[in-house]
């Protein structure tokens, strides 16, 4: 089963892109799938418009990845931009695109209402999506809860090329990452790096430590019970306890007799518990940037080598000539 996925690098990864993404990233790649998983530059492109930040995040979210477990012996991890031919594709791909269909596409409004350009690239984002997609003949895409419609698009534009041009492109099949891991940020609304509310993965212990020790937590006493339900110290701690002892202060919420920075003190522990193994390879990688790179080569040359045969069956099917 071929997966495919791509990761913008917008931004500092954080501990819900880890549990809401990455995790299950790293599970598909060790139930055995063959794992395509790109960093999405080009469509990065449409909210970072400064070459030096788009470098650095590119470059963070490459390291981030290996860090965290994405190993290269197992998946195919590459750059969008060292296979050009997916530019090629979305220009292919637009010519059977009804407007229609992107036009219905709510993830471009949602945009434009956060302050994003309306450009053009932001409009046919989903093609390129697609592109990214049947490039690799993918079966399975595992994409966020947001992601589903790009993914209906992509079936649509991929069956009307076959419609137009033959059975050349494999229709792929989403699979909807599991909501249940929406992560809460210190402010209690969906952790996202444009609220600035994150526990970033690779932040230093100390400012993890600060910033849980800083969340607001509602004035009840120490000896009355609390709900649990509605604390977000809570939610991060259930993230990274064990179930039994989630269970334990649940139980000592509700009973009463329990301060808030009892529980923010073993959720520091905790949370930096998991996150020091990965600040550990993600500075050792900062320090070997060639070893990123051949990775990211390899990778690239990997996927490349599919997107190039499916790309001659395309050309001689639409009757594009090219002298390459
Ligand atoms: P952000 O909201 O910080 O901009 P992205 O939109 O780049 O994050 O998300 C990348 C991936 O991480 C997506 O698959 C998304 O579903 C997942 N993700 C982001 N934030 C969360 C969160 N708070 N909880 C669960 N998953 C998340
Ligand atoms: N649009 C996806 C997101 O914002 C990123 C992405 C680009 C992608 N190309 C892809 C995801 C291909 C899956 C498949 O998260």
């Not at 990455?22 to 492109?45: D, P, S, V």
């Not at 290996?66 to 290269?72: E, K, W, Y």
């Not at 000896?223 to 179930?243: G, M, S, T, W």
Request: overall charge negative; glycine content about 6%; some cysteine.
């Amino acid at each position: 089963m071929r997966v495919l996925s791509g990761i913008q690098p917008s931004g500092k990864l954080h501990i819900g892109n880890y549990f809401g993404a990455m995790q299950q990233y790293l599970e598909l790649q060790e139930k055995g799938n063959e794992c395509f998983y790109f960093i999405a530059n080009y469509h990065a492109m449409t909210s970072v418009q400064e070459a030096l930040s788009l470098q650095d995040f590119t470059a963070e979210v490459a390291r981030g990845y290996l860090a965290v477990g994405i190993d290269p012996e197992k998946s195919v991890f590459f750059r969008q931009s060292d296979v050009p031919e997916v530019c090629e594709l979305t220009w292919i791909l637009s010519c059977v695109t009804p407007m229609g269909l992107l036009e219905r596409c709510v993830s471009y409004k949602d945009k434009v209402a956060q302050g994003l350009k309306p450009n053009h690239g932001l409009f046919c984002y989903p093609i390129l999506q697609a592109a990214d997609i049947l490039i690799y003949n993918s079966n399975l895409v595992p994409v966020g809860q947001d992601q589903k419609q790009h993914l209906e698009v992509t079936r649509d534009i991929a069956v009307k090329f076959n419609n137009t041009y033959g059975e050349i492109l494999t229709i792929p099949d989403p699979y909807i990452l599991s909501s249940t891991a929406v992560v809460p940020g210190l402010d209690g609304r969906k952790m996202s790096k444009s609220y600035d509310n994150t526990l970033e993965l690779f932040e230093p212990p100390n400012r993890t430590k600060k910033k849980i020790m800083r969340i607001v937590t509602d004035s009840t006493p120490v000896e009355d019970p609390k709900d649990p339900a509605n604390c977000i110290v809570f939610a991060l701690l259930r993230l990274v306890a064990q179930e039994q002892e989630t269970q334990q202060w649940q139980q000592r919420y509700r009973e009463g007799g329990m301060g808030y920075g009892e529980i923010k003190k073993r959720t520091v522990e905790l949370m930096n518990e998991l996150l020091d193994p990965f600040r550990q390879r993600f500075e050792k990688l900062s320090q070997d940037s060639d070893y990123v790179e051949d990775v990211l080569r390899e990778g690239g040359k990997k996927a490349r080598a599919v997107a190039v045969e499916l790309m001659d069956k395309v050309r001689s099917a639409t009757g594009i000539i090219t002298s390459h």
